[in-house]
Each structure stands twice: as structure tokens, then as C-alpha cells.
């Protein structure tokens, strides 16, 4: 069982920066690859970041509408993720969430908001 804790969100200004924080508890973080999503009021949830498994790697994946501007990582040692969003823009307000993912278990943290607006 992993419990996911996010952190972090608040209220920006458009082209301002916030860190997200994604604290996990229970074994085997490391086996666990970690993405972060997003769901803004009235729409599907979407993917905005996906960290590899592993000791090592901070390898990263995401979508086309954050690249360049959001920066995912994850710390084993503290079994934290994090989500470094910058040059926020007013569509990327929603509540983020963070996943767990490792063979068949899945896990989701309770969201964290975050509103871009001036």
C-alpha cells in the first residue's frame, strides 16, 4: 500500500513558477514509476508527467502542452516527486494529482490546486 501525499499548489501569476511536492509512503518507492496529472473544472483528467523507475534516472516524459515549461523529478532517498511548473499560463489551472504505478498497483494522491491568474 503507497499513500500519496501533493503539496505545493496555490495562486501564480500568469508566467510565474510553483513546485509541486509528492510525498509517498511505503515500500519500494523507487520500483514505482511516478507521473503527475492534471484536471481543470469541467474536463477529463491529463497527463502532464511521467518519471521513470529506478535509483538512478531521472528520465522524463510529457506532453506537448508543458514541455519546455515543466521540470518532474523524483528524490528515492526521500521518496518525494516533484513537479517544477514555470511560465504558468492561465490554462494551466486544475487540481494536480500524483500517480503510482508499478505491475498491477495504482495509486492516486487527493490533488493539490493550482489557479493561474492575474
Known amino acids: 500500500q503507497v499513500q500519496l501525499v501533493e503539496s505545493g499548489g496555490g495562486l501564480v501569476q500568469p508566467g510565474g513558477s510553483l513546485r509541486l511536492s509528492c510525498a509517498a509512503s511505503?515500500?519500494?518507492?523507487?520500483?514505482?514509476?511516478m507521473g503527475w496529472y492534471r484536471q481543470a473544472q469541467g474536463k477529463q483528467r491529463e497527463w502532464v508527467a511521467t518519471?521513470?523507475?529506478?535509483?538512478?534516472?531521472?528520465?522524463?516524459m510529457y506532453p506537448d502542452s508543458v514541455k519546455g515549461r515543466f521540470i518532474a523529478s523524483r528524490d528515492n532517498a526521500k521518496n518525494t516527486v516533484y513537479l517544477q511548473m514555470n511560465s504558468l499560463k492561465p490554462e494551466d489551472t486544475a487540481v494536480y494529482y500524483c500517480?503510482?504505478?508499478?505491475?498491477?498497483?495504482?495509486?492516486w494522491g487527493q490533488g493539490t490546486q493550482v489557479t493561474v491568474s492575474s
Open positions: 500517480n503510482a504505478a508499478y505491475r498491477n498497483y495504482d495509486y
Open positions: 511505503g515500500n519500494g518507492f523507487s520500483n514505482y514509476r
Open positions: 518519471i521513470a523507475s529506478g535509483g538512478t534516472t531521472n528520465y522524463a
